[in-house]
């Protein structure tokens, strides 16, 4: 071969050049003939490429869209355009996941005789995009757990229990109180009562704008809570408007003891702890009066 002319005439060399290409790919006529397959399309399916030659396409490779409507040769060769997808390739019991595009094939006069598909297997590709998608799932479950325990804390720090007085704690909320952030502050609030033994918590709203009847029953059963570890609570800063909505909601606050500012909650809670320790003392004076009299 002295010149490009006869390169191109020499079909071997033709054969070398799509034998080469590392896709498979094969050429069929308008009733499904195979018209060439090259070497690595055929060993997709465990065959040579001249086992496959004149044979059915849809003898060859077993994919659910064969002999259907869906056949992507016959909807190129239907829609004179280029057709592409995924598919399932059945072979020896295993399924190869395979990515397909097909075109048709047209003769010097322009008209179609035919149809070609060229498809690669994407098994690696598909196990490597499985991988990534769930190391990006880990990644932003992780991410919403960080921002929720994130949260969590703030919503601690927005919380404070504090020791107001020897024996009283106070937890003063500001701001939007929902049911996650008023079941944060029972939990601080009921730690700090464990923690100090106070016989006294005052839960101020004041700076809360307002509250619905979930958060309201939040607040009686905090109440109730800190009833059973020993602790009287105060609500103080009730303004009229979260006043009404408890109402509406039929919220029982009976066994709840309101004052109007935080300031009367504590004067309150003073003025019973004066009481308990005057009650003590007279209580051991009256002991020691009778221990000496006994004596």
């Known amino acids: 071969m002295n010149n490009l002319n006869e390169i191109y005439k020499d079909e071997g060399f033709l054969s070398e050049i799509i034998n080469a290409i590392t896709s498979g790919i094969f050429v069929t006529d308008l009733e499904h003939n195979i018209l060439m397959i090259n070497a690595t399309g055929a060993e997709m399916v465990g065959r040579s490429p001249g086992d496959c030659f004149d044979r059915k396409c849809y003898e060859i490779f077993n994919t659910p869209m064969c002999r259907t409507d869906s056949c992507t040769c016959k909807l190129s060769v239907q829609n004179k355009s280029v057709n592409h997808g995924q598919t399932i390739l059945r072979h020896d019991d295993k399924e190869i996941a395979v990515e397909y595009t097909s075109r048709p094939l047209k003769n010097y006069k322009n008209k179609i ?66 049911s996650h952030r008023a079941r944060i502050a029972m939990e601080l609030l009921l730690e700090a009562i464990e923690r100090t033994r106070a016989p006294f918590v005052i839960i101020d709203i004041t700076g809360v704008p307002t509250v619905d009847a979930d958060v309201a029953n939040h607040i009686l059963q905090t109440v109730n809570a800190a009833k059973f570890m020993g602790s009287e609570a105060i609500l103080t800063g009730v303004c009229p408007h979260i006043a009404r909505i408890i109402a509406q909601g ?35 004076l009256q002991a020691n009066d009778q221990l000496s009299n006994v004596s």
């Open 113 to 178: 005789v035919g149809c070609v598909e060229n498809f690669i297997d994407i098994t690696n590709r598909l196990e490597q995009e499985k991988i990534i998608l769930d190391q990006q799932k880990k990644l932003i479950e992780k991410r919403e757990e960080d921002i929720r325990h994130l949260q969590d804390e703030i919503l601690e720090l927005s919380t404070p229990v504090i020791e107001v007085w020897d024996g009283i704690l106070a937890l003063p909320l500001i701001g939007t109180v929902d």
């Open 250 to 284: 039929a919220v029982d606050m009976s066994s709840l003891t309101v004052r109007g500012r935080m300031t009367d909650g504590l004067h309150f809670a003073i003025h019973k702890l004066l009481q308990k320790e005057k009650a003590l003392k007279n209580v051991n």
